[in-house]
């Protein structure tokens, strides 16, 4: 006999004992409230079947980043940049495309700083498997260049904000690579245009790490530095993985070097100025450089000689670009200005301030946004396309490329630690601060 909660029920073959009024009435009622909920359920589904044109879809970008390794502080400060900016689109109203709004879905992984071997499978899934529409690069030129192929192969739009070897764009023909941040050529350019203007006699020593980013940009800076009458005394390069710089900084000294330029990324950053206490005493460096490091703020509460340290920066908050700039220079403006993106950052991470790293990851985004947008598509081609003729002002400067996808408008800053504060010292006309000569070791 089968049993359902604690009432029988007659076997085959029995006679069903007969149904009080009272049961009939009961079982009505519940059938009466089932034929309710049926007709609810199918007029919810009738209504989001036929909701109007705004019903708020998701656009998916799909990223690696460096959370771990090497580069850890770059890419995690560049995670909560992008992360801001999705928060500012989706708070505002998402992208609209085609009468619809959609919001910013991110798909990511920490990529771990590399090997590059690991990029183009995590790309591979994130297109494949998750079904990301869009794509930001990794942070580095050496993971760009290895995301890159991915892109192309896989057709997705994908913008770089932390790679910027001029070589990714200038020695292979990439299709779907646009870059929004300034180029590694350029990087040292405002430090040996002071040096030339204030201090044009100085000897020149440059160490830098051997990845391609660094190499570029310090080799760069050597040929700009020569034209412009300087001597340079002492070029070398590192591994990436060096641990120790107290020769290099030593034969640097010896021969004869005024100034120190080159750097690399964090932590070989924090390297050169913990080793210089010991290696080149007085007299100090006059005046000290250094790619990307200088610009987080954990260099300068990681050290004890890191004021009039200087280094390039691609955007720092107090450089104010706006709407109203924008309608001067007959720009379209997209996004929140540099105070709202501060403010929104801060208020994301503990009130910390964004650094550039997370400025550029953010305007990233927003480019891309702004691309979809005005392309009114999410085609790979419509959008590519449009991100190749738009040129638009956003909080972190200026966006237009080359026909390779090459960066040509945005401009960058130099700054100096400062009594505990970075000042931005050049150019002049954004400058919060003059910059301070010599540097003292302090």
């Known amino acids: 006999m089968g049993v359902v909660g604690n009432m029988a029920q007659p076997s085959e073959g029995e006679a069903a004992l007969p149904v009080s009024p009272g049961r009939r009435r009961k079982l009505i009622a519940i059938g009466v409230a089932f034929l ?11 209504y989001y079947l036929t909701r109007p044109s705004g019903f708020s879809g998701a656009i998916k970008v799909g990223f690696t980043i460096s959370l771990t390794g090497t580069f850890n502080v770059e890419g995690t400060n560049s ?25 910013i879905s991110l ?23 998750d079904g990301a ?25 994908m913008l770089s904000h932390g790679g910027s070897s001029d070589p990714i764009w200038t020695q292979t023909s990439r299709r779907n690579l646009v870059e929004v941040l300034s180029p590694a050529s350029i990087y040292l350019k405002g430090a040996i245009d002071w040096l ?3 201090h044009p006699s100085d000897k020149i020593a440059a160490l830098y790490a051997s990845d391609s980013f660094s190499s570029f940009a310090t080799q760069a800076a050597i040929g700009y530095a020569v034209s412009q009458g300087f001597a340079v005394v002492y070029n070398q390069s590192y ?3 060096v641990t120790d710089l107290s020769t290099q900084l030593t034969a640097a000294k010896n021969a004869g070097a ?5 750097g690399g990324h964090f932590n070989d950053g924090l390297l050169i100025m913990n080793q210089l206490k010991t290696t080149w005493t007085m007299p100090s460096p006059k005046f000290i450089s250094l790619l990307v490091a200088v610009t987080e703020p954990n260099f300068q509460t990681q050290l004890t000689n890191a004021n009039y340290v200087t280094g390039p920066s691609q955007w720092e908050s107090v450089v104010t670009y706006s709407p109203a700039e924008a309608q001067t220079l007959g720009l379209t403006w ?26 550029e990851a953010g305007a990233a985004l927003l480019v891309l946004a702004s691309a979809i947008q005005q392309a009114n598509s999410l085609n790979t081609t419509d959008v590519r396309a449009k991100l190749g003729s738009m040129h638009i002002l956003d909080f972190f400067g200026q966006f237009q490329v080359d026909s390779r996808g090459l960066q040509i408008a945005h401009s960058m800053v130099l700054v100096q630690w400062q009594a505990g504060v970075k000042k931005v010292v050049l150019p002049s006309d954004v400058a919060d601060g003059t910059c301070q000569y010599p540097y003292t070791g302090m």
């Open 36 to 46: 309710v909920i049926v007709v609810a359920l199918t007029a919810a589904g009738v």
């Open 79 to 103: 995670l909560n940049g992008i992360k801001a900016a999705a928060n500012w689109i989706n708070s505002h109203g998402g992208v609209s495309v085609g009468g619809k709004s959609y919001n």
């Open 107 to 129: 798909d990511y992984y920490d990529d771990q700083s590399g090997p590059q071997g690991n990029i183009g499978p995590l790309y591979t899934k994130i297109i494949q498997q």
């Open 133 to 157: 529409q869009f794509l930001l690069a990794p942070y580095s030129s050496g993971l760009t260049s290895a995301a890159a192929p991915i892109a192309d192969q896989l057709d997705r739009v």
């Open 196 to 198: 030339k203007v204030n």
């Open 239 to 241: 591994p990436t993985t």
């Open 258 to 262: 005024d100034d120190l330029i080159g």
């Open 334 to 359: 997209y996004g929140p200005t540099p105070a709202e993106f501060t403010q929104l950052y801060g208020t994301m991470n503990s009130g910390a301030t964004p650094s550039y790293h997370a400025g």
